[in-house]
């Protein structure tokens, strides 16, 4: 499998898919989930009109195509646009799930796929539908990384070192829900992690690959917001 097998045509993808495509001539990539209706919801540090919309809920579009392209909720990173201004004529390429060892160690390039499998699409577009409009603010949760905001919407996990310990007291309360939670054997590892790979986030792919890792916890979206101070519970009081 080399570098340009998973592109794909529009016609191919499907809602739920991680989509990402090369930008800046192969320099970066840029990530995102595919909910279907030509859109893509992903994680952009990008926050620059923050100040333009106090009072609105909304940033206005400069999409030629859809006036609800770019929404955003106010301080989130998370943005839905449509699949051309995402492209912005790039190549799309599908991110791969669920591949073997092998595979994933051949790839001549990091971040176009994992060993983790993903879930269904349904879990998936929820997870990504439900940080648009909860907002995913300014935290490193993510590290701020469109990657890690798709490979989290894929499959749930995160790494508790990416949870942010020591970072922020708002992300430390995740660390104590976790605590007091059945994830209690998870916790040697943790602090192996807490203590060594704080900031250092450019270990090899197959190492930090969260198919590998045995420090991943899954973590349901509507937790993750709670636990970070997103939304009050009485705002989850929902069944989907
Ligand atoms: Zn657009």
Redesign the pocket.
Known sequence: MGLLTNRVERSQIKPGDHIYTYRAIFAYSHHGIFVGGCKVVHFTPDRRNDEEFSNQSILL??????PD??FKQRKSGVKI??????LKNGSLHVFKYGVSNSVFIAQVRGGTCTTAPSDAPRSVIHRSMYLLQNGYRNYDVFSNNCEDFALYCKTGLLTLDRIGVGKSGQASSVVGALVSSPVQFFMPSFIGVATVTIGMYCMSRYANDIGVRSDVIKVAVEDLAVNLGWVSHEETNFSI
């Open positions: 579009s400069s999409c030629p195509t859809f392209c770019g646009s449509c699949l051309d201004c995402f």
